[in-house]
């Protein structure tokens, strides 16, 4: 019975390691039949606690996106720091990623575990086009970091001169 069981955690040690692998490489077929024949896959987790919606934002694969999200995965889920595919989005700067999920119904204004927010990640890591679309879908620009400072903050700060004007008018 043990070693049935030891079998049973082994193979689906080994379908969910082929899935993550599947939705990094953007492989849509493999990750299509996977999710067919394992449903379940769904609500799993890697090693570092991402969903699948995340992991596939975070590496760019848009039609696995989609996929995803048709399939019926919560949009906001997040892992296990707090983050949400679309903060992930922002984080790399995948304007089309970020698009597809606030089209699905992504939080603009969500807070990862430590307080941050979508705009504070896309002005923090520099991605201007990014910003501009999280403010034109209602960002919160006063939303405030850990540190007390909003998105204009972090803008005047880092420089960002085409970005401070924006971020003015919606305060």
Same mark, same amino acid.
Request: charged share 20%; net charge positive.
């Given at each position: 019975m043990f070693l049935l069981f030891l079998n049973y955690c082994i193979f689906t040690s080994m379908e969910i390691s082929d899935f993550f692998n599947s939705i990094r490489e953007g492989n849509l077929e493999r990750t299509a039949a996977l999710l067919e024949a394992h449903p379940?896959?769904?609500?799993? !987790?890697?090693?570092? &606690?991402? @969903?699948? #919606? +995340?992991? /596939?934002?975070?590496? *760019?694969?848009g039609e696995v996106v989609r996929l995803l999200l048709e399939k019926g995965v919560p949009v906001d889920e997040k892992d296990s720091s707090g983050n949400t595919a679309l903060m992930g989005a922002c984080f790399k700067g995948y304007t089309g990623i970020a698009e597809i999920l606030i089209d699905a119904g992504a939080n603009v204004?969500? !807070?990862?575990?430590? &307080?941050? @927010?979508? #705009? +504070?990640? /896309?002005?923090?890591? *520099?991605?201007?086009?990014?910003?501009?679309?999280?403010?034109?879908?209602?960002?919160?620009?006063?939303?405030?970091?850990?540190?007390?400072?909003?998105?204009?903050?972090?803008?005047?700060?880092?420089?960002?001169?085409?970005?401070?004007?924006?971020?003015?008018?919606?305060?």
């Open positions: 379940e896959l769904l609500t799993s !987790r890697d090693q570092r &606690g991402s @969903t699948p #919606l +995340i992991l /596939a934002g975070y590496y *760019n694969q204004n969500a !807070r990862n575990g430590m &307080g941050g @927010t979508c #705009l +504070i990640f /896309a002005i923090t890591f *520099n991605r201007e086009p990014m910003a501009r679309l999280l403010v034109e879908k209602g960002a919160r620009v006063d939303a405030k970091d850990p540190g007390g400072k909003t998105a204009l903050d972090h803008a005047k700060s880092q420089g960002l001169h085409s970005l401070i004007p924006i971020l003015e008018a919606q305060s």
